[in-house]
């Protein structure tokens, strides 16, 4: 069985389009189902969802930790525009909040004090 997974792998062309196979030689919809899981790759994005750390609280993370502060400096552009792009993973990390609320003032936000900037929370 494991041969016949691998031979089906391999039979597929590299300019197989596989969301809309051709139907020419190792190119139809039964090869492109016959892969197995390990076979596939997909452009994705890592924390999807990551916005800009607002500059006055990058200062304070980075007077702490040049190096963190560094890991940390970037952000994505909406879920949208990375489909449109082409992505085909996205990676959204999501954590339990039953009472809302838990995420509503960061550290860095109440550290910022009267110098933070409003969160724009429109959905």
Do not use: F, W
């Amino acid at each position: 069985m494991l041969a016949l997974i691998a031979a089906a792998a391999l039979a597929i062309p590299a300019d197989c389009d596989l969301e809309r196979p051709s139907g020419a030689a190792g190119c139809t919809l039964a090869a492109v189902d016959a892969l197995p899981m390990n076979a596939l790759q997909a452009i994705g994005t890592h924390n999807s969802y990551k916005l800009a750390i607002p500059p006055n609280e990058m200062a304070l993370v980075r007077s702490a930790d040049p190096r963190q502060a560094d890991a940390l400096d970037y952000s994505h552009r909406p879920l949208a525009d990375q489909l449109d792009a082409g992505a085909r993973q996205l990676e959204i990390d999501i954590a339990n909040d039953p009472q809302g609320g838990l995420y509503a003032t960061p550290l860095g936000y109440r550290m910022a004090g009267a110098k933070a900037e409003p969160y724009d929370l429109t959905p």
